[in-house]
């Protein structure tokens, strides 16, 4: 059973509007979350995190909310720019908890394309 | 420039045959991954290691051996066990688990 939900594989913006990626999990022990960016044929690159006890947090174009109520976490990019295209991988970790419920679980991904 | 180095970036595998992908990290990290990402799906955890001469079964650790006698070192052998071994094969590691992981660049494994 899928405990890191990325529902959208896809997703097509126009460059300079906003980016809007969504994930939602179902463990309720996730404490911790990260975004990372990958293009074809790389590893992910690690974009930005958040602490449960936070529900923003921004690092430049990048934001991401977290809504704990809902177990949903959302990735912000604006504004959008074409090499902002790749799959964004969402992440999450019971990181309290440590050993191997420390690990990272990763959703499916989704792959964005921003057009010029 | 610290970072991860995976080797080689394709490998082919004959059936039947072991194969051993190798894993460097320069960044100091004490733990480290192996992970599996298939066309359309999300990245499957191996096995990981938080500590040198320790390690630990992942989600699919079936078909698949590791190593850890070194910190900076990696190994992960693709087993004949392994019946459906054609994907990427991504390294990363961390200071401890839970924390931001950083990634190699990837292997990519093909039977012949």
């Known amino acids: 059973d899928q405990q890191v939900k990325q529902n959208s594989p896809s997703l097509s913006v126009q460059e300079g509007r906003i980016s809007i990626l969504n994930c939602d999990y179902t463990n309720s022990m996730f404490d911790y979350f990260l975004w990372y960016k990958k293009y074809p044929a790389e590893g992910p690159t690690f974009l930005i995190s958040?602490?449960?006890?936070?529900d923003k947090n921004e690092d430049g174009r990048f934001t991401v909310f977290l809504n704990k109520s809902a177990k949903h976490l959302s990735l912000h990019i604006v504004p959008s720019q074409p090499g902002d295209s790749a799959v964004y991988f969402c992440a999450a970790s019971a990181k309290n908890y440590g050993g191997s419920q420390g690990n990272l679980i990763f959703g499916k991904g989704t792959k964005l394309s921003v057009k010029p | 420039d610290g970072g991860i180095t995976q080797s080689p970036k394709y490998l082919f595998r004959k059936e039947g045959q072991n194969v051993t992908l190798s894993c460097e990290q320069n960044?100091?990290?004490?733990?480290m991954y192996w992970y599996r990402q298939d066309p359309g799906q999300g990245l499957r955890l191996i096995y990981y290691?938080?500590?040198?001469?320790?390690?630990q079964k992942g989600d699919i650790a079936e078909g698949y051996s590791v190593s850890r006698e070194k910190k900076e070192s990696f190994p992960l052998t693709v087993t004949s066990a392994q019946k459906n071994p054609t994907a990427f094969y991504l390294c990363?590691?961390?200071?401890?688990?839970?924390?931001?992981?950083?990634f190699g660049d990837g292997t990519r494994l093909s039977i012949l």
């Open positions: 990363a590691s961390s200071y401890l688990t839970g924390q931001p992981q950083h």
């Open positions: 958040i602490s449960s006890i936070k």
């Open positions: 290691s938080q500590i040198v001469n320790d390690f």
């Open positions: 960044l100091n990290h004490d733990a």
